[in-house]
DNA sequence: GATGAATGAGATTTCATTCAT
DNA sequence: TATGAATGAAATCTCATTCAT
């Protein structure tokens, strides 16, 4: 016998936990539903508030929603660039990364269908948050391949084209796995990923 | 004050040529519009005909749009495959597939849209079209990628992962390429791409 | 194995078969459907002919449901009026009357749904048919009653007011039936209600 | 050019007398223009609420209709009912269950559009509100005609078939009047009905 | 004349957003 | 400040009617 203990009718909460409360039920529901079909109520039910106070923190149902892919692009990039700098190989660096980039999906399965989702709603918007964050750290990642270079081990390419290849693979990788109903964890495959990348299928 | 010249009256077509207008039209606006904020009507103006004919085409908005896709996907694989099979090496039939999958979204950078648009709106579908069209062209293309083995000439990778590697990356760059906003055709790194897979980057 | 004999393309009938099949078809898929769901082209098809053809005949649906029902309404008279001139006395003719009402309606039951789907959708229209018929027939009938009243079998009531009676009565119980979903025939019932009507409960 | 005075602002009210607010409005509009030509929308204004009220109170146009018949049935059976258990007389109680059930349709002619409308729209379900309610009446009523059996106060019929005969009278009667145009109010005939059902046309 | 493909007005319903309480 | 009742714009789909063939 299950007791109905109902949300008390009004509390108060800081501001800032108010938010983490909606976007952490946000991300939920529009991952599950999709953008369109996110009802904002449903919403402010899983966040525990009501409708209004989604509307007090965000200008709209759209300010909401990229926030949510704001918060989860910042996840992930916390989650892959974490432990790297304190590795001193590039190369190890590279597959650590490929290896957490894989595992946080594993993790947060959800967080493919938001940034579909993103890219599928907000087409007039410049550029997809998860590509503004990339450009980001292209920087960071550029020096590395061409640390890389100057050691000698990468030959034929240059440093732009193999991040842009290892970017794509990964991201390519990522949907696949998501798009196409695998089953299997991605991080089991990041070592045969990160194989292919360095040697190539002749290697 | 403009002066509308509108549709003449109406036409009679074979129903097959209207399809094709109907789903010419759709492809267009489904693609540049997104699933949801496509316009039925809209659809019906660009296709130079009535709602009603849509509606007694296709059975509703959702049929429509899973017509297009298909037939977008029956494109590409047109596409892709048409003269791979008078090719004898099976690493130049990789590498024109490879050229040939770049070309097509070169042609119609719409279709990406559509895939992204079919994933978004219909989550519940048991698998997108572009993998079930995918699983179809497996087992020829595994075939190959065994053959290059027999030959010796893939080494150290399983021509089942060799596979799952090149889709990726080729469906990734697309994927990148235009949600990133890139502007420089996929086509012309379609080389450097096979030379990725072929070498990797250490090669 | 049966074989599809489809529908010669065109055939040519004089129009007052053409009238009498469409009129027929009509009858019964307004009778089945009701006014509103009833589609032109099934009505159209259960005719053997094109939709055209339909509003060749008649100006438009709400036309051809009209015809519709007074043809209902012209069957019914005549079921009713038929042999009762042949009868001698007033009282067997009213008797009589009341059977083949209610007869009629045991054999059509859809003229009930007719005369219920007009009032319903054409309600600015003056009057239904079913009571103009009724108010051209009203003389006749009143001559009777007075006869009846002037041999002394009518005591306490007006022949104006028996007439009206009998009328709801009558009315009423074809309604009641149709649509309290009773399964016994009327006619079972015509000999009760004639006892009534001329000798109350309590004789 | 008229000023609209819109509906100042937006007002809140119990959901109980949304409801009711809502309901007469229905009322109203379905019996004046019909269930399928009745806009929600026009329902809406006359109740003084949004479009979505409607919606949030209501399943659907459907269930607001059948909701509207409900409780116009159970005015009418209040109104019937109310003072009946005070009369003693058995035959006292049948003439004024006539007359006030005469006078509901008097004051409330709408009501019986609602029935028509009820009947004619949802042929599908399977009994029309009116005859649920009159059913579950039935058995008092039937127990008053027993009585009057007993005090031999009814001869030659079976109480089933007088309860039933009465039914049919007064049903018929209401639709009468409406259908065929009729001015004078139904109460006035209630006596000269009540007098035709106990002692017939002879007596 | 006969057909049925083509048309588009119109009605229901949803849900993001507002604002009275 | 927090709530959720109230709002109404917007979009799908149907089907009576027309008219090219």
């Given at each position: 016998m299950t007791i109905n203990t109902p949300r008390p009718t009004r509390t108060h909460k800081p501001a800032e936990e108010r938010r983490r409360d909606i976007l952490d039920a946000a991300a939920l529901v529009f991952a599950a539903q999709g953008y369109r079909c996110a009802d904002v109520e449903c919403i402010a039910e899983h966040a525990g508030v009501g409708k209004g106070t989604i509307y007090r923190l965000f200008d709209n149902k759209e300010a909401l929603f990229l926030s949510t892919v704001e918060k989860a692009m910042e996840d992930l990039s916390a989650h892959v660039n974490e432990s790297i700098d304190e590795i001193e190989d590039p190369e190890q660096q590279i597959r650590t990364a490929i290896h957490r980039y894989f595992d946080f999906f594993d993790r947060n399965p959800g967080t493919v269908e938001l940034f579909i989702q993103e890219r599928a709603e907000f087409r007039?918007?410049?550029?997809p948050i998860y590509f503004i964050y990339q450009e980001n750290r292209r920087a960071v990642w550029l020096e590395r391949f061409e640390r890389l270079a100057r050691l000698g081990r990468?030959?034929?390419?240059s440093p732009e084209l193999a991040l842009d290849m290892i970017g794509n693979l990964v991201y390519g990788a990522v949907f696949s796995q998501r798009l196409s109903g695998g089953?299997?964890?991605?991080s089991e495959q990041s070592d045969a990923v990160a194989d292919l990348l360095f040697n190539g299928i002749k290697g």
């Open positions: 007039n918007r410049e550029k990468i030959r034929s390419v089953q299997r964890p991605l």
